[in-house]
């Protein structure tokens, strides 16, 4: 029989949040794949685990992934844990529990501290519907890319950010996004923890005279639902009735299924529609 990963989090700050169960998990298994060894050694010294560890980061994912895999198989128990909170959450864990899937190897997770959760929960926006965005890709083209998305995002958005971006990031949303609602996190859960709710242009000002220390995370509010909806509606009432009504026949909708979308896309009733296009006689 193969082994299991154990997928463990770990504290983002206060060590008192690591959990009995991620512990006992820690001693017991056969090799510990750590993001950093030398970060996680503080950690495992603190709580007296000796097992052995061995790295696993973004620079070895795939070929330290095939590695573990074959440990696993082999019949070993694998924990995986990163610098600080949940594994495979904007982390090369993701690979590793995909090659586990692939090989049909047991994958159970030991819940605990994430960073996205503890922000979110804090940062007074709506949180029952939101996105996760991690860190934004370095990559020009694909950053705009992604900040193009986010601009008619209707969820609540998080996102990472490091000390020496941050001004650089908060200037680019304010663009894509125009100014919203954000609430900003650093130092969560440790003893100088700070939780700033404010607006994407005073955040930017705030930064522009303070120098940003710590790791970030920001939640930003997502764009307002009617403010989509009537930009869709313009949208579409930029084209004739039966433009719009052609753009949909085009793609195979019989005219009642073309002229009930149209209705819906315009905010009106079928019979407006059917009005407009062939007069006041009454609909068939």
Not at 61 to 75: D, F, H, N, T, Y
Not at 182 to 197: G, W
Request: aromatic residues 6%; negative net charge; glycine residues 8%.
């Amino acid at each position: 029989m193969s082994g299991t990963l154990y997928l463990c989090a770990t504290p983002i700050g206060n060590l008192q949040d690591m959990t009995p169960r991620v512990v006992e998990t820690l001693r017991a298994v056969d090799v510990i794949a750590a993001e950093d060894t030398r970060n996680s050694v503080k950690l495992l010294n603190h709580f007296d685990i000796h097992t052995p560890m061995t790295s696993y980061h973004e620079y070895n994912k795939v070929e330290k992934a095939r590695q573990l895999v074959g440990r696993l198989l082999a019949g070993e128990d694998v924990a995986l844990i990163t610098d600080a909170g949940t594994p495979a959450i904007s982390d090369p864990g993701e690979v590793l529990v995909a090659m586990c899937q692939e090989g049909n190897v047991p994958v159970t997770s030991l819940p605990g501290p994430s960073a996205c959760i503890v922000a979110l929960t804090l940062s007074g926006l709506p949180t029952r519907r939101f996105c996760f965005e991690g860190f934004l890709p370095r990559e020009k083209k694909e950053r705009r890319a992604v900040l193009g998305e986010l601009a008619g995002e209707p969820r609540t958005m998080v996102l990472y950010e490091a000390p020496h971006h941050l001004k650089g990031t908060l200037a680019e949303l304010l663009e894509a996004l125009g100014d919203r609602r954000a609430t900003l996190c650093r130092e969560l859960t440790k003893r100088f923890e700070t939780v700033m709710p404010t607006t994407l242009s005073q955040a930017l000002a705030f930064y522009e005279k303070e120098e940003p220390r710590g790791e970030y995370v920001l939640v930003v509010a997502g764009r307002d639902r009617e403010e989509l909806r009537q930009e869709e509606i313009a949208a579409w009432e930029s084209m004739s009735i039966a433009e719009h009504m052609e753009y949909y026949e085009r793609q195979g909708m019989d005219g009642k299924a073309a002229m009930k979308q149209v209705a819906k896309d315009r905010g009106v009733g079928k019979r407006e529609i059917y009005a407009k296009l062939h007069g006041p006689e009454r609909e068939s």
